[in-house]
């Protein structure tokens, strides 16, 4: 059974730092592109950042780029957000997940295969 759990999330202040973890199980990581995702209330999930199988590459959302880096150690099976400089925008639930779609449609919430269930991260003054 596979199973992603996500941990690491809180409530900050504007500028502060988070890192969130993604614990995997039942599947071998290295095989699968992981990503992160997040859901502001209201809001549809969006894509955050993802990196490549087996950790080659990584992909960033526009929103981010340049504050967040995600990270893996497929040897562990854990997924790793860092994430710097957080704004009151970053306020949402982040999910972790994994998939085996083409790099092309990496981005695309409906290509990813299996979820966590979410950690709430809060940035507030």
């Known amino acids: 059974q596979v199973q992603l759990s996500e941990s690491g999330g809180g409530s900050v202040q504007p500028g502060a730092s988070l890192r969130l973890a993604c614990t995997v199980s039942?599947?071998?990581?290295?095989?699968?592109?992981m990503g992160w995702f997040r859901q502001k209330p209201g809001k549809e999930r969006e894509f955050v950042a993802a990196s490549s199988r087996p950790g080659v590459s990584t992909f960033y959302a526009q929103s981010v780029e340049g504050r967040f880096t995600i990270s893996r150690d497929n040897t562990k099976k854990m997924v790793y957000l860092q994430m710097n400089n957080l704004k009151p925008e970053d306020t949402a639930t982040y999910y972790c997940?994994?998939?085996?779609?083409?790099?092309?449609?990496?981005?695309?919430?409906?290509?990813?295969?299996?979820w966590g269930q979410g950690t709430q991260v809060t940035v507030s003054s």
């Open positions: 039942g599947l071998m990581v290295r095989n699968y592109h």
């Open positions: 997940a994994s998939s085996t779609a083409a790099l092309s449609a990496i981005r695309q919430t409906e290509m990813w295969n299996f």
